[in-house]
Nanobody, 116 residues
Framework: QVQLVESGGDLVQPGGSLSLSCAAS????????MAWYRQAPGKERELVAT???????NYADSVKGRFTISRDNAWSTMHLQMNSLKPEDTAVYYC??????????WGQGTQVTVSS
């Protein structure tokens, strides 16, 4: 059974840091990419960062220079280090994985709130 479980969401003050983790099980290593998405209240889900099988990373312009995505070689864990957090980063953050066959997997999400 495929499972993606996010953790690390919390309430943090503006300018603070937070690290999110995604634990993957049942997926194996046949993944094309893993990614973090986020969805703020009243807004569409948006792509935050991706890491490919080649370890190439990509970021949304809004988080470039502040967020860092990483994964382990076994595709069992993915992280998102978030620094210099802003109130507009407040959202539910979702872990996503896509296989080479095009199968999509999603986690349940973890809440990140940036507020003083």
């Amino acid at each position: 059974q495929v499972q993606l479980v996010e953790s690390g969401g919390d309430l943090v003050q503006p300018g603070g840091s937070l690290s999110l983790s995604c634990a993957a099980s049942g997926i194996g290593t046949n993944l094309y990419l893993m990614a973090w998405y986020r969805q703020a209240p009243g807004k569409e889900r948006e792509l935050v960062a991706t890491v490919l099988f080649s370890n190439i990373t990509n970021y949304a312009d809004s988080v470039k220079g502040r967020f860092t995505i990483s994964r382990d070689n076994a595709w069992s864990t993915m992280h998102l280090q978030m620094n210099s957090l802003k109130p507009e980063d407040t959202a539910v953050y979702y872990c996503h994985a896509k296989s080479f066959q095009g199968d999509d997997y999603w986690g349940q999400g973890t809440q990140v709130t940036v507020s003083s």
